[in-house]
């Protein structure tokens, strides 16, 4: 664990109507956890016991004149060991102070060089000149730098081995108001980066240990912070590790789609949903392909409600299904609907049955197949059949919500690519944005 020296020191226990004085370690650990700690020492023996056997909580009084109130759950060594109530540790140093600069890490992206012009960076030493990668783009008043370092080669190798957490990343956030921002500004920047970085990683980024100075040197606004962070894994995505410039573009794009009232409520749900059906160690891919294609329902509807659609029933029915749903938004927004027969075989076979005709109806009906107890979708080899529905799905959740904040860059197709750096342009480029 590392020691958070500037939430550390001397603090006043209050307990009841009585006060305590003690000392405080504030403690962060990132490896199979993410997580942090606060460390009480030096309360008497009776106190400390009484605090842990019963679970209680109790309010500490910080040398920094913050409360804060923690829940004891083990004593060890004499030293109570406790987590906040609230997921947060702050550090804030005079009354209102405005925010002109942000240094934070990020815990599990997978960022590492950009195709933008001037943006990675070259380190020298006295034996080789070494290339790191860097990327810039805007949020609101906010200009956002995120650098690789000589430790994010390392982070990913551990990752790639544990599965675990590490600290992959530096960012810095610059405000264009001379001025800079207050706190809850701050904040909110801060989840839309949080955001942002979580649908390019298909998976939540941690923002760790976040320093505002309200000039070059004075730390004025400290925060540790549980925000949410996946354990990492080998996982697809739209977003190629190569190709950082294209936060630039989606970035402002994607926080606009949560700014606008209308849309704020869709995309806030689809991007849950994306990120729990991209994490397919956790949920697993049959659960992915029903979150993904819940996801595609109300985005579908979303598209419907937006341009007024008429869409017609292909089956028996005499309603339109979930597949004419999603098939008429993605007509509308210029999504392919077909797949070639080499990239999804078992697509192509069970398409060649005649039990579906398109990506749309497949992707609905292998869903309702998961959900209903009677599966009636046979295949040779089943568990590859899964796999390509599961890929089929987030695929096309990806695109949809691609092209409804109106995207037209470079992307990963997740079906095609083989290697890292291997990007094409989204379906729909060129044409206009819905």
């Not at 226990?13 to 020492?41: K, M, P, T």
């Not at 860097?134 to 995120?146: D, M, N, P, V, Y």
């Not at 392909?289 to 292909?314: D, G, M, W, Y």
């Not at 695109?399 to 690519?417: C, W």
Request: with cysteine.
């Amino acid at each position: 664990m590392n020691l958070i020296e500037e939430l550390s020191g001397d603090a006043e226990v209050l307990f009841g109507d009585e006060s305590y004085n003690a000392s405080v370690r504030v403690s962060a650990r990132i490896d199979q956890v993410y997580d942090f700690h606060i460390l009480v020492d030096g309360l008497p023996e009776f106190l400390a016991f009484r605090l842990a056997a019963e679970d209680s909580s109790f309010v500490a009084r910080l040398g920094f004149e913050r409360e804060v109130e923690l829940r004891a759950y083990k004593l060890k060594g004499g030293v109570l060991w406790c987590k906040p109530i609230k997921a947060e540790i702050e550090l804030i140093t005079g009354n209102s102070p405005s925010i002109v600069k942000v240094h934070a890490n990020l815990v599990n992206f997978k960022f590492q060089l950009s195709q933008g012009a001037g943006e990675n960076y070259s380190v020298r030493d006295s034996r080789s000149v070494a290339r790191y990668g860097s990327t810039k783009f805007s949020l609101r008043s906010a200009s956002i730098e995120i650098r690789c370092t000589e430790q994010t080669k390392l982070a990913r190798e551990k990752l790639n081995q544990d599965g675990g957490f590490a600290i992959t990343h530096n960012i810095v956030i610059n405000f264009n108001n001379a001025k800079g921002v207050q706190i809850d500004e701050l904040k909110r920047i801060l989840l839309d980066i949080h955001r942002v970085l979580a649908f390019a990683n298909g998976a939540w980024v941690g923002i760790h240990l976040v320093r505002g100075f309200n000039n070059e040197i004075n730390l004025s606004y400290l925060s540790l912070t549980n925000s949410l962070c996946t354990r990492h894994q080998g996982r697809f995505g739209w977003f190629d590790a190569h190709h950082g410039h294209v936060l630039a573009s989606v970035g402002p794009k994607l926080v606009g789609a949560f700014d606008n009232s209308n849309s704020a409520d869709t995309f806030d749900r689809a991007l849950y949903w994306y990120i729990r059906a991209n994490n397919s160690a956790g949920v697993g891919i049959d659960t992915g392909i029903i979150l993904a294609t819940t996801a595609l329902e109300l985005l579908a509807k979303f598209v419907k409600q937006k341009n007024t659609l008429k869409i017609q029933s292909t089956g028996e029915h005499k309603h339109p299904s979930l597949g004419d749903k999603i098939r008429a938004a993605a007509l509308h927004l210029k999504i392919p609907t077909l797949i070639g027969e080499s990239t999804c075989p078992e697509f192509w076979a069970i398409k060649t049955d005649g039990l579906w005709s398109d990506i749309p109806e497949a992707i609905a009906k292998y869903r309702n197949d998961l959900v209903h107890p009677k599966a009636r979708i046979k295949s040779q080899n089943q568990h590859a059949l899964t796999i390509e529905m599961w890929r089929l799905s987030v695929w096309y959740l990806e695109l949809f919500m691609l092209r409804l904040i109106g995207y037209q860059n470079v992307y990963s197709n997740r079906l095609t690519a083989k290697w890292l750096g291997e990007v094409e342009h989204v379906p729909w480029a060129g044409s206009k944005s819905s």
